[in-house]
Structures are given as structure tokens and as C-alpha cells.
């Protein structure tokens, strides 16, 4: 009997994969480069359904019914380019390959349409959940061809994560859309993570609290509207005894984080599409900071506050450390949709806003009871501009905005950098200012560079004289 699907690249992700395949009822052929990962996973879960060894991609293929379908695990960039250059001259029109790896959305498009002028067929998918997640259910978003999507989805709707009933894969949009907005679920991740990172050291530096109290703050939030994954992995590191000191776990940890770049190309390419992603940009870049030991060195000289401010209310304090996260997570998720949405109309994707938060309801990292709001936000308006012109959404920041300005200022009084609750504060000051000072930035440019302007009560381009009599004339 021939597999339904293969599997290559048999690391943590894939074998996991492979493993929910074959567990659904699969028929699944599995490959990696070294054959050790391969006698690995047949001899600890060889039993788990029916899996299909091969030790090479020729016998990987051969073993496969037709159309094929290969979902490609393995590390991206360069090595998934090597294992499509050599698997795509064994294979006939019509296969399917399907990369599942955390591949740059441009790297799919370049690669899907290659593919397609041989006949074969491109998924680029984006995954989401980690090693669990492989395992129990991720969430998939797939972009490509809808025909090649079609086939997939039974066995892509049978793997995935499920929230009442529905599966979290949906058909994202043709070639790159997938891994887009895969990269940008990185990008919302980052500015969450962040978020609530701030929301710790105010609790902390402003509250003096220590962090199996702060933890149960968090579960408390946890139990309300800001129930969510990232909340609750939160208040279970913060609870974390190190065991070999004794000591909290987060206080033994050193204060530089990594990143391994999914952050960082969501920012580029929000310049790109002119798209403001302040959030995820500022959670870049206060990763990128912690580990700037020379700049944090020849910081640490300078000086604080002078006069100590007020500590505000314990219990006031964190309703409104609460309101300030919530009113920061609605404007860091505002942001990564509108770039969604410069992308699906910058590339052509035709992208549905609701279905990408149904489904990142389940599975994903950034997965919470938060992003049903979302969906029922664009299934009353699917073209939304922004989601902070919902109703819904537009009444919680009403009843956060006070809550928030204060946090900003006694994080600001005292001295606590909070890059992410500050310019999501700054975004929501910024749409909603009647006028900007981007007037006078325009004067600027047409002084020094004779840039021009345009006015607010005349039609036409104009340049002022600056040099000379200042007068104004049509440019
Ligand atoms: P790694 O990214 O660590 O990749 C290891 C796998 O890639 C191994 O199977 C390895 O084979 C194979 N490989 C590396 N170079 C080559 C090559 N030149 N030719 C053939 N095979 C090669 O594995 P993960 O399981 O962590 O991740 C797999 C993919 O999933 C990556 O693209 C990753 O970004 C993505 N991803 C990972 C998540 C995670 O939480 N880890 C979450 C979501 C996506 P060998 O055993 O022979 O060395």
C-alpha cells in the first residue's frame, strides 16, 4: 500500500507532524537526511499508526500514491532550498510540496513559482505551536494554489488544532501568503511577549512584589479577558523555584533575550509596506538591547529620577497595569492585521482577516479567547480599516485609556522603560490627533530641500521661497 503523505526533515517539528498524521489515521513515509532521526522515530513511535521508513527521497517518493504530497520539515533557508532542488526532478505535475518549515514569505514565492513552471505545486505553510503543538495540533496556515489546497485540506483539517469544533487551518491565500502572515503571528508574538514582559516589571519595580505574587496576579488576568496561552506560560515561569539555588527562576536567568529573526523580517518588511508595526518593532528592539552588554554597560552610570515619586495604590495599580495590557494588546494585534492587510493588497492575496484569527484561536503560540473578539470584529466589517475602529474594541480603550496614561506616567515618574505600553499609547494618540505635527515636518523639508507641501485650503503642490521673500508660489 502506498502512503498518503510523506514527511522529510524528522528534527522535533517533523517527527511531530508525522507522528499527528499517522496518529489521524495516515498513512505516512517518513525521511531525514541522517537515517538515524528515521530509526529513531520507527523504533519509539513506530507503533503510534502506520508509518512508512525510507532512507533515501528516491524511495520516499517511490513509496507515495499520487498526486504526492511531501511536506518538507527541514531547517529553513538554505537547506530546504537543497532538499527541493533535489526532490522536484523525481517528481511528476501535479505532486504537491509542501514546505512547513519558517520559511521568509519572499524565499516561498521565489520558490513557488519555480515549482509551478515545472508543473509542481507549492505550499508554502506556515506552523505554528512549537514541538507540542506538532504533536497535538498546530495552527496551519497554508498558502498556494487553491487546487492543491483542496486536496490537502482533509488531512490538514484533521491534524490541525480545534476550537469548537473548528479546525485552525484555513486556505490563507496563493503563494507567499502563508508564511506572511506565519511571519507576522511571529511579530504579534514578539509584541505580546513584550507586553506583558513590562507588565511584570511594573508589578515588580512599582509594587516591590516578588514573582510568585506577580504570578498569581497574571492567573488572575488569565481567568478574564486576557486569558491566553502567553498568560498562562507566564504565571508558570514566574512560579518557577530554581532548583539549584533556590532562588525564583526568572531572577537567575540572564536578562538578554534571543530571537531568531521571524521578529525582525516582519519589521522589514512593515517598512516595506509603510505599514506601522510599532509594537513589534519596539519589542525587536528591546530584545536586541538586553543583549547590547557594552551599551547596558555604559548606561548603567546614568542618572534616575531625582525626586522619588509616588507609589499609587497596590490595588488601583494593577487594574490598571491590566487595562494598560489589554488597551496595548488591542493596538499591537491593530497593527499586525493592517500590515495583513498592506500585504494581501500589496501582493494580491486576497487575504480574510476573520478566518486568520479563527485560526489563531488554537494551536498557535499567540492563541486567546482575545482573537474570538477579533473574528467577530471583521465578521461585521470584513474591510475594516483598523481594529481599533470596532465598536467593541473602541469601548474597551475608552474605559482603558485613563488606566493606560496613568501607568505610562508612573512607569515615566519612575524611571521604568516600557517601550511597548508607551508606543502603543503614542499609535492610539497618534490616530486619533485631528492634526499632527507632520505640518511642520513638511515645512522643514520644503525649507532645507524644497520638498513642497500641499494646503489644507487650496488644491496644488506649493513651495515657499525661503531663501529669499518668503513668498509662495505652485510648484
Ligand atoms: P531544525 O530547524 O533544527 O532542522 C533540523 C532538520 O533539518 C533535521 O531533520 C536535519 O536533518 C534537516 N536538515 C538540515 N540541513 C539539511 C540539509 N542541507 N539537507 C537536508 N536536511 C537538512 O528542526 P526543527 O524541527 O526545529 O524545525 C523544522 C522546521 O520547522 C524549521 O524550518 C523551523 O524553523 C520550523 N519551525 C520550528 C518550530 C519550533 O518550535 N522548533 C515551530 C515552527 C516552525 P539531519 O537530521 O540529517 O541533520
Known amino acids: 500500500d502506498k502512503a498518503q503523505i510523506g514527511v522529510t526533515g524528522l528534527a522535533v ?3 511531530n507532524l508525522a507522528r499527528n ?10 525521511h531525514n537526511r541522517r537515517r538515524e532521526r528515521t530509526d529513531e522515530l520507527m523504533e519509539q513511535f513506530g507503533s503510534e499508526g502506520e508509518f512508512v521508513p525510507s532512507y533515501s527521497l528516491r524511495e520516499l517518493i517511490d513509496s507515495l500514491e ?3 504530497r511531501i511536506v518538507v520539515m527541514v531547517k529553513a533557508g538554505g537547506p530546504t532550498d537543497a532538499v527541493i532542488e533535489e526532490l522536484v526532478p523525481m517528481l511528476d505535475r501535479e505532486d504537491i510540496v509542501i514546505d512547513a518549515g519558517n520559511a521568509n514569505f519572499e524565499d516561498t514565492l521565489r520558490r513557488e513559482s519555480a515549482l509551478a513552471e ?4 507549492f505550499v508554502g ?7 507540542e503543538g506538532a504533536l497535538h495540533g498546530p495552527s496551519i496556515m497554508p498558502g498556494g494554489s487553491a487546487s492543491a489546497y483542496r486536496e490537502l485540506e482533509p488531512i490538514l483539517r484533521s491534524i490541525a488544532a480545534d476550537v469548537d469544533g473548528t479546525p485552525c487551518v484555513t486556505h490563507v491565500g496563493e503563494n507567499g501568503a502563508g508564511h506572511f502572515v506565519k511571519m507576522v503571528h511571529n511579530g504579534i508574538e514578539y509584541a505580546d511577549m513584550q507586553l506583558i514582559a513590562e507588565t511584570y516589571d511594573l508589578l515588580r519595580g512599582v509594587l516591590g512584589r516578588g514573582p510568585g505574587e506577580i504570578a498569581e496576579t497574571f492567573r488572575e488576568f488569565d481567568r478574564g479577558r486576557l486569558d491566553s496561552y502567553l498568560i498562562g506560560i507566564t504565571a508558570e515561569v514566574l512560579d518557577h523555584t530554581d532548583p539549584r539555588t533556590g532562588r525564583p527562576f526568572v531572577d537567575v536567568v540572564l536578562d538578554q533575550a534571543e530571537q531568531k529573526g521571524t521578529g525582525r523580517w516582519t519589521v522589514q518588511n512593515a517598512l516595506e509596506l509603510a505599514s506601522p508595526v510599532s509594537g513589534i518593532a519596539e519589542a525587536v528592539f528591546a530584545r536586541s538591547m538586553s543583549g547590547q552588554v557594552q551599551l547596558r554597560q555604559a548606561g548603567r552610570d546614568l542618572p534616575g ?3 522619588p515619586a509616588e507609589r499609587p495604590d497596590p490595588e488601583q495599580f494593577v487594574a490598571d497595569v491590566e487595562q494598560a495590557l489589554y488597551a496595548s494588546k488591542i493596538v499591537a494585534y491593530a497593527q499586525g492585521f493592517n500590515q495583513i492587510r498592506a500585504g494581501s493588497e500589496n501582493y494580491g492575496w486576497n487575504i480574510d482577516y476573520g478566518a486568520v484569527a479563527t485560526i489563531w484561536r488554537g494551536g498557535c503560540i499567540i492563541r486567546a479567547k482575545f482573537l474570538d473578539r477579533i473574528r467577530a470584529a471583521y465578521d461585521q466589517n470584513p474591510e475594516l480599516p483598523s481594529l481599533l475602529g470596532d465598536e467593541d474594541f473602541r469601548r474597551a480603550l475608552e474605559q482603558a485609556q485613563d488606566s493606560w496614561r496613568r501607568v505610562v506616567a508612573t512607569a515615566t515618574s519612575l524611571g521604568i522603560p516600557v517601550p511597548g505600553i508607551s508606543a502603543a499609547l503614542s499609535y492610539y494618540d497618534t490616530v486619533r490627533a485631528e492634526r499632527l505635527p507632520a505640518a511642520l515636518i513638511q515645512g522643514q523639508r520644503d525649507y532645507f530641500g524644497a520638498h513642497t507641501y500641499r494646503r489644507t485650503d487650496v488644491d496644488g503642490v506649493f513651495h515657499t521661497e525661503w531663501a529669499g521673500d518668503r513668498s509662495e508660489h505652485e510648484a
Open 305 to 307: 529620577p531625582s525626586t
Open 21 to 30: 498524521l499517522a496518529r489521524n489515521g495516515h498513512r505516512v513515509a517518513v
Open 125 to 131: 505553510t506556515g506552523v505554528s505551536g512549537g514541538e
Open 118 to 121: 515545472r508543473g509542481v505545486r
Open 66 to 68: 499520487r498526486p504526492r
Open 13 to 15: 517539528m517533523g517527527r
